[in-house]
């Protein structure tokens, strides 16, 4: 793979920056900025990303088969992220589909987008938001108990240096090793083992829509298989269509 690193200390989104220059950006670049003025996450809602205190990076895929779907590489990517903090003493779960907690709040998101120029399908772009040094009061108010950042945690300035090192090559080994074998395996059973929601009665939101479930398990498809509380129904749920709340 090219390993084209591009560094900003701000900028309004790096996944917008790589919409903008989807033929001039190669793929394996690596996009990583110190602060995000305009950070998106999933359906337009915002990601918080101030400046010294987070950390964002794209990256940028042009080489992938029909088969790595978008979501199954939002959860290659979360489960080398886990592992990174792992190795790096952060024990740390998977909320399926996008995002990583520590003691129930979220550390860390992973957004994935197909990118289009004329219809035509340039790029996938995985972004990943990840709080080191937040204070509590460094979030906006409606996400103060639902946040958390890796210095909050450990209960010292974190330094990320080593973290993104260990977790790009970690994404790596399990891009190359997916593209290779085309077997999600290796890296949902990451995400499976260290899910923070099988197992859990949770509240699924689709659109307007509410209902309690109990979560089964991920299929091999990256999708949610869970039990409807009041149908006693098994389902699955797509990520793209649905938000979870309280895990
Ligand atoms: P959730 O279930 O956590 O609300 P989601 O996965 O359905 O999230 P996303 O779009 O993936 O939704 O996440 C964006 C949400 O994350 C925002 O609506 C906001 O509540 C929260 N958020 C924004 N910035 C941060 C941050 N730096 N750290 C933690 N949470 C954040
Ligand atoms: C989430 O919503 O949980 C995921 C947030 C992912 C944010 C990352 S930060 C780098 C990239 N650029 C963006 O604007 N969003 C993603």
């Known amino acids: ?46 990601w918080s990303s101030p400046i010294g205190k987070s950390l964002s990076l794209s990256i940028v895929l042009k080489e992938f088969s029909d088969q790595m779907k978008p979501t199954l590489l939002t959860q290659l990517t979360a ?66 108990p639902k946040a958390t950042s890796l210095a909050l945690e450990t209960e010292s300035p974190f330094f990320a240096d080593k973290l993104i090192a260990q977790f790009l090559k970690l994404f790596e080994q399990f891009y190359q090793d997916y593209q290779q074998s085309l077997d999600p395996e290796p890296f949902l059973s990451i995400c499976r083992q260290e899910s923070a929601v099988i197992g859990e009665i949770v509240t699924v939101v ?15 498809t990256g999708e949610l298989l869970v039990r409807d ?13 649905v938000s979870l709340r309280n895990p």
């Open 1 to 46: 793979t090219q390993d084209n690193l591009y560094l900003f200390e701000t900028i309004d989104s790096t996944h917008t920056y790589v919409s903008h220059n989807l033929s001039t950006i190669d793929h394996g670049s690596v996009l990583l900025a110190y602060s995000q003025t305009a950070g998106r996450g999933r359906r337009g809602r915002k």
């Open 79 to 144: 489960a080398a992220l886990q592992q990174a903090l792992a190795e790096v003493g952060l024990p740390i779960a998977i909320k399926w589909p996008n995002d990583l907690l520590i003691n129930r709040r979220k550390v860390a998101g992973v957004l994935t987008e197909a990118m289009f120029e004329r219809q035509v399908l340039q790029a996938i772009t995985i972004g990943i938001g990840i709080n080191l040094n937040q204070s509590q009061s460094d979030f906006p108010t409606e996400i103060h």
């Open 206 to 220: 689709q659109g307007d829509k509410r209902r309690d479930v109990e979560v089964l398990g991920i299929e091999a």
């Open 229 to 241: 509380l009041s149908s006693k129904e098994k389902m699955t749920l797509i990520s793209s269509e």
